[in-house]
């Protein structure tokens, strides 16, 4: 079995990537190893000092870390352990399909009067993605049967919650429930969301994914900073909303950031009004002299 570590948008959480199928369907989440009676592997983890949470799913595991070590350190001795667990034949996770756990879809309007929230009491998936197009979609089976419904535009995916653009003939009313309903089952029922695998077919698409993960390490100071104050004051609000921001790229020069707009924010009507008034507004008194303009592109 072949594993890769993969970057993700959070430098807590590390990705180990398998080529091949490790759990037969859906996700399992540990936040403890108390969680984990179901996962040997899981608990083998979190003996590991510097394990705050796990996430397995069809083909990747997910690790959390605390602050007291970074993943340049310790992340290849992790992936050696999960290589070993993996080739002794042991069980990664017994899957009990008699008992699986509660799940609570709610629905939510957002700024973006096309755009529908529909937030998950359980982790979806820990790298967000959105696909504009069932032919964008062919890495996510849940994003392929969402554009199967007729009025379904886009589809933004994110750590606990789906956004769902619609087409403009119709309204929201007479089709939420339905949506609500089918994110509900699919979810229950424990089928892939994303698989990740599938993305990495082409050259063209391993070249797109790569580049839309930042290395904040990469970045020049004022970049990093910017990189900050957009997770820590803006990305959460954005998120409530349904929607992402994410650096692109700052100009010293001309002193402009660019910014991508994912989910309910892009091509909200509101979304240039809320970069002015707010983003634009709290980079510039954060930074004083260093930001003129915030430009928003369209995700």
Known sequence: MNLRIEKTDTDT?????????????????YNNIDEA?????????????FVKKIFITANFIA???YSIVEWSDVQEEVKEQIENYISSGKTIVTERTTNKLAVEIYAENTPNPNVMKFGSNLLITDQAREYKSAQDAESSPLALELFNFPF?????????????????????????????????TYIFDKKVIINTSAEYKTEEKITAIKSSVIDIKDLDDVS????EILDEYIKPAVANDGGNIMFKSYDADT??????????????????????????TMLK?????????VIAING
């Not at 080529?19 to 369907?25: A, E, F, K, R, T």
């Not at 950031?257 to 970069?275: D, H, K, R, Y």
């Not at 008194?285 to 303009?293: T, V």
Request: glycine share 4%.
């Open 13 to 29: 959480i590390l990705k180990i990537v398998s080529d091949n199928i490790l759990v037969n369907g859906g996700s399992y989440q």
């Open 37 to 49: 009676s179901d996962s040997l592997l899981a608990q083998q983890l979190f003996h590991l000092p």
């Open 63 to 65: 690790i959390e870390r």
């Open 152 to 184: 379904v535009k886009e589809v933004y995916i994110a750590e606990n919650y789906i956004s769902v653009t619609k087409q403009d003939n119709i309204d929201w009313a007479e089709i939420t429930y339905e949506l609500r309903d089918f994110i509900r």
């Open 224 to 227: 990093k900073k910017i990189v």
């Open 255 to 280: 002193k402009t950031v660019s910014v991508v707009l994912q989910g309910a924010c892009s091509g909200c009507p509101s979304s240039t009004i809320t970069l002015k008034s707010g983003i634009e």
């Open 285 to 293: 008194d954060m930074l004083p002299n260093q930001i003129e303009e």
